[in-house]
Nanobody
Framework: QVQVVESGGGLVQPGGSLNISCAAT????????LSWYRRAPEKERELVGF???????GNSVDSVKGRFTVSRDKQGTLYLQMTNLKAEDTAKYYC?????????WGQGIQVTVLS
């Protein structure tokens, strides 16, 4: 059984930094696209960043570029490093592992930037 679990969220002051991570167990393949999404209150879910190949660093979307970094380690744990956080970054963050017809999501973790 595949389990995808995020960790590391919490409260942070504006301008602060926070790192969240995501680990998956029970996977039967190593060929997955890894990505981070978020859903803010009363907004639709949006893509934040992704890694699609064997690289250890990924790409972030324009709205967070220069502030958020997507990476993974050799063990396959996915990371989202967030700096210069703003109130509009407050959301529930989800990681996703997709590939080979399979699609696995974590339960989400809350990141709240105090205002």
């Amino acid at each position: 059984q595949v389990q995808v679990v995020e960790s590391g969220g919490g409260l942070v002051q504006p301008g602060g930094s926070l790192n969240i991570s995501c680990a998956a167990t029970g996977l039967t393949s190593r060929n997955y696209a890894l990505s981070w999404y978020r859903r803010a209150p009363e907004k639709e879910r949006e893509l934040v960043g992704f890694i699609t190949d064997a690289s250890f660093t990924g790409n972030s979307v324009d709205s967070v570029k220069g502030r958020f970094t997507v990476s993974r380690d050799k063990q396959g744990t996915l990371y989202l490093q967030m700096t210069n956080l703003k109130a509009e970054d407050t959301a529930k963050y989800y990681c996703r592992w997709s590939g080979g017809g399979s699609d696995y999501w974590g339960q989400g973790i809350q990141v709240t930037v105090l205002s």
